[in-house]
């Protein structure tokens, strides 16, 4: 079996099982193995009924002495059980899995884990699994893989799959030279993937996830390296001056440019009229003021007699770009000609936005990806920017090249990183980073609570609402899954319809959604037709609703401070007074303190340095990654002293051997290859 095989190949799994693996992104042996798990778990000591704590995940050893009981409530199918250890009686339910009937009989011995409730009707739990003693013996003198899920695909199903891939699949030729992998303390290839999936203690998982982060970080800084010895070879073609209008606008402005965004617009200027070509990034705080920069940008390019495109993740946000510069534009009088392009176009739409495009009766085009559809033609393309996204990638600053000759690139980004790790991530482009905040900007409310405080919570919100606000609430899962403790959209959306009064209209939103649905739910939002959005972090790149004054984060452990940071900044974009409320659902008092930071501080690279500084091998598993610049297995806060050491050898390996072709290096050059094929654009994508 190779790894490049499709999943197929694995026994058992046929076209249907193949299909739900691909929602995954499972579609080859190579996909699956790198499908790594999301945490493990470690089937703790199992302990008697009565010493159980109510809410918490148990593991109890009971003899049935029921038979099993199925019963109906309209849809829903119910099985029963009960079963004691002597002292404690508890009830085990299980909805629609009716086929467990014939697995448990009166006077069975098995151990269940699950989490146990005590309440009016006794003790019970709900959904547990289960085991023979003996196994679950077994199983607690290792930890297991829980890997993420969608229907049709369980982790069980992904387990056994990912073993027998492992005993059938070709040995992985070792490509790192032996001289770097002794001075990094690294693991062989082939036992890190194994022990990743199935580690037999957490001093072994460590050891295996070092050698996965670092190869993860080395080839992406590798390939960095090489497109940015590209480009510093290209001259400018477009050399463009500071024009009328952009100064125009900046005087009459309402309000003065911050020193930051004055520096900032000044190194652009400076690219734009220097003779190299311009691919630069500017960081910024949601709310920095990045947006009127990139607008003078264009202004500059257009008025010089050229095109400029801008470019948005989502069509709601492009729209919304699209009708706040054409506000600008007929309040200050600019003549710019201006095109909004997003897939939701007719054909007849398209055809015609195409024909001004390709003739430059438009100067100015604003549009998601369908700006680099084949049919598009530009005329003198002079300036790419990309609003919202950490990469911008190859294959699509490819695809401008292809229509034109080369433009600008500047990238916008809201995600704070820390300096010393965005010249790593970001080598190939100069940075700027907007530090300051205009003075005239509400400041968010923050707190840190419990589970406990969600009845006052909703109160909250609905006094909000009642006010003509709206709210969001952030949950990390889209459904309920498999072993793991955590709040999803789904569900919590009929929570909240149920704590809610009827008239207040609540739905969801969420990636795994079709794109035309995503896009009418966020418009929705934005008219002010749903007034709270249950959504996971998909809103983390998101628009602007100045209406929506609360952001309440289920959960907010299991995300990084700056990931945090940057859901606060979806509320605060108005007038109103916004509030920000992250509940932290582990009953850990020390994850409440690492929280409380950001009831301190609203500056999101302060924060961005606290999460560096904090991050730890303890966090390696169940706290997300920050942001969109989402590599497989490696974190840039966790893993930061990882980062820096593959930098470091990456440096060095080029500085002797720039095309890797020494005999030591040869095996990593092919390997650099498949990767800038296939995960280096995937990543940029």
């Known amino acids: 079996m190779q790894e490049t095989d499709l999943i197929q190949a694995c026994k058992g799994i046929g076209e249907k ?35 159980a704590e109510s809410g918490k995940i148990a593991a109890i050893k009971v003899t049935l002495t029921s038979a099993p009981q199925m019963k109906r409530a309209g849809r829903l199918s119910i099985l029963t059980v009960t079963g004691s250890d002597g002292a404690g009686r508890v009830q085990l339910t299980w909805f629609h899995m009716p086929y467990l009937r014939n697995t448990f009989r009166k006077g069975d011995c098995k151990v269940f884990r699950g989490r146990l409730m005590r309440g009016r009707f006794g003790i019970t739990m709900e959904q547990p699994q289960f085991f023979t003693p003996e196994v679950y013996e077994q199983m607690g003198e290792s930890l297991q893989p829980v890997y993420t899920t969608t229907g049709g695909v369980t ?14 699949v070709d040995l992985h030729k070792e490509y790192l030279p032996p001289k770097l992998r002794e001075q990094q303390g690294l693991a062989e290839w082939n036992y890190a993937i194994r022990t990743i999936h199935f580690p037999k203690n957490e001093e072994e ?15 992406f800084i590798l390939a960095i390296r090489r497109l940015k010895e590209r480009k510093e070879e290209k001259p400018n073609l477009f050399p463009i001056g500071e024009g009328r209008w952009a100064d125009r606008l900046l005087e009459t402005l309402p309000y003065r440019l911050t020193g930051a965004q004055q520096r900032v617009l000044s190194e652009i200027r400076k690219d734009l009229s220097g003779p190299r070509l311009m691919n630069r990034l500017v960081q910024g705080d949601v709310g920095s003021g990045k947006t009127i920069l990139a607008l003078l940008a264009l202004l500059d390019v257009v008025e010089s007699g050229y095109q400029g495109a801008l470019m948005a993740p989502t069509e709601v946000l492009a729209r919304q770009h699209y009708e706040s510069i054409m506000e600008l534009f007929s309040t200050y009088g600019i003549s710019c000609r201006t095109a909004l392009l997003t897939g939701s176009h007719t054909a007849a739409e398209k055809r015609k936005i195409y024909e001004q495009m390709a003739a430059h009766e438009v100067d100015l085009i604003i549009g998601t990806h369908a700006l680099i559809q084949d049919k598009v033609v530009y005329d003198r393309l002079a300036l ?15 695809t401008f090249t292809k229509k034109g000759e080369e433009p600008h690139i500047l990238v916008m980004s809201a995600t704070p990183i820390p300096r010393t790790l965005a010249i790593i991530l970001y080598g190939d482009l100069d940075i700027s980073v ?88 966020m418009e929705q939002f934005l008219a002010g037709g749903i007034q709270v959005l249950v959504s996971t972090t998909v809103v983390e790149v998101g628009v602007n609703v100045p209406n929506a004054t609360v952001m309440m984060i289920e959960n ?120 800038q094929k296939e995960s280096f654009e995937r990543l940029y994508l």
């Open 556 to 675: 907010a452990e299991r995300f990084g401070l700056a990931q945090l940071h940057q859901l606060r900044g979806r509320v605060g974009r108005g007038k109103y007074q916004s509030y920000c409320i992250f509940v932290d659902g582990s009953g850990d008092s020390t994850k409440n303190k690492r929280l409380d930071i950001l009831n301190h501080s609203n500056d999101g690279f302060k924060i961005a340095s606290e999460d560096l500084r904090l991050r730890g091998p303890g966090d390696v598993f169940g706290i997300r990654q920050s942001g969109n610049l989402e590599f497989s297995i490696g974190d840039v806060f966790t893993d930061s002293r990882i980062l820096q050491d593959a930098a470091e050898a990456a440096d060095a390996i080029l500085s002797r051997d720039p095309e890797l072709m020494q005999p030591e290096n040869r095996l990593l050059g092919e390997q650099l290859s498949r990767y």
């Open 384 to 398: 790419v920017i990309t609003d919202e996204q950490h990469r911008f990638g190859v294959r699509q600053r490819e």
């Open 155 to 168: 982790g069980k199903l992904i387990a056994r799959v990912v073993a027998q891939a492992l005993d059938e």
């Open 17 to 51: 099982t193949a299909q739900d693996f691909s929602r995954l992104g499972i579609q080859t042996v190579g996909d699956l193995l790198r499908h790594y798990p999301s945490r493990y778990d470690s089937y703790g000591t199992v302990i008697p009924i009565e010493a």
């Open 434 to 521: 907007i530090d300051e905040l205009p003075s005239n900007r509400l400041t968010i409310r923050n707190c840190v609570v419990d589970t406990s405080f969600r009845p006052k919570a909703y109160e909250f919100i609905r006094k909000e609402i009642q006010a003509g606000r709206q709210a969001y609430v952030i949950c990390p899962m889209v459904e309920e899954s498999e072993g793991i403790d955590a709040e999803n959209v789904v569900d919590y959306t009929e929570k909240l319809r149920e704590a809610l009064p009827p008239a207040i209209r609540i739905e969801y939103l969420h990636g795994k959604m079709r794109p035309a649905e995503k896009t009418s739910r």
């Open 205 to 219: 998982l460590l050891f295996a996830r070092k050698r996965l982060v670092f190869d993860e970080f080395l080839l």
